[in-house]
């Protein structure tokens, strides 16, 4: 069965450090997104993407946050200069072509570890 | 804003009982989804009813949506100790949005 992939499983880096997380999406799925989860708490929207483009993003997703679709299979989430807070688990998701399909597919998810 | 809220956001059970967890949200929506999260893991999809659906069923699942008081339920039947998981509804796809709104959660526990 096609699933989201995503890498790595978990990092850990210091405050101010850059931190790039990568995602597989499903093959045919055209809609991409990322939300993550502190622990204990909600999962929350970050961006969502179409069409090689932000097709929306949340509050979270401030200037320090960036999105890219560099070939046909990968989706990254990049943060630039990470702080404490964003220590939290990172999942990408893709959907199918589908306007009525609300499915999401979900990846394992990228703990991400700030000291 | 819209925003799903699960209770009880605790469940524990004996293998065999059923499990009814219930949400609620605050705005119109387009559908309602269920997730299941095993501890430390990604979401799996479980159902969506959309907002014309009254109730929905998928093998042990069963899914009722009422708009009219904006809330929901998933109940389990014949619970299995395999179905200990947190369960998340999440609305979503309102207005051309694309976000799906995720409540806190039932961490439902099911004992052998």
């Known amino acids: 069965e096609p699933e989201v992939t995503q890498t790595p499983s978990h990092q850990v880096t210091q405050m101010g450090q850059e931190v790039i997380l990568r995602c597989v999406p499903i093959?045919?799925?055209?809609?991409f997104y990322w939300y993550r989860q502190i622990l204990g708490q909600k999962v929350e929207f970050l961006v969502s993407?179409?069409?090689?483009?932000?097709?929306?993003k949340s509050e979270i997703f401030d200037d320090q946050f960036s999105v890219e679709r560099p070939d046909g299979s990968n989706f990254t989430l990049k943060i630039r200069s990470t702080k404490l807070e964003d220590s939290a688990m990172y999942f990408c998701?893709?959907?199918?072509?589908?306007?009525?399909?609300?499915?999401?597919?979900f990846g394992e998810g990228s703990r991400l570890t700030v000291l | 804003s819209q925003q799903g809220e699960e209770d009880p956001q605790a469940l524990s059970i004996q293998e065999g009982e059923n499990a009814t967890m219930n949400c609620s949200y605050k705005?119109?929506?387009?559908?309602l989804q269920w997730y299941r999260q095993n501890s430390g893991r990604g979401l799996v999809h479980l159902i969506l009813?959309?907002?014309?659906?009254r109730e929905k069923h998928s093998g042990r699942l069963r899914v009722t949506l009422d708009t009219s008081k904006k809330s929901s339920s998933l109940l389990i039947t014949a619970s299995r100790a395999a179905d200990t998981a947190s369960y998340f509804c999440?609305?979503?796809?309102?207005?051309?949005?694309?976000?799906?709104?995720f409540g806190k959660g039932t961490k439902l526990t099911v004992n052998p």
């Open positions: 705005t119109s929506i387009n559908n």
């Open positions: 999440a609305t979503g796809f309102q207005g051309g949005s694309e976000k799906l709104v």
């Open positions: 993407f179409y069409n090689n483009e932000i097709s929306e």
């Open positions: 009813i959309r907002s014309n659906e």
């Open positions: 998701a893709s959907r199918g072509t589908s306007v009525n399909t609300g499915e999401l597919f």
């Open positions: 093959s045919n799925h055209l809609y």
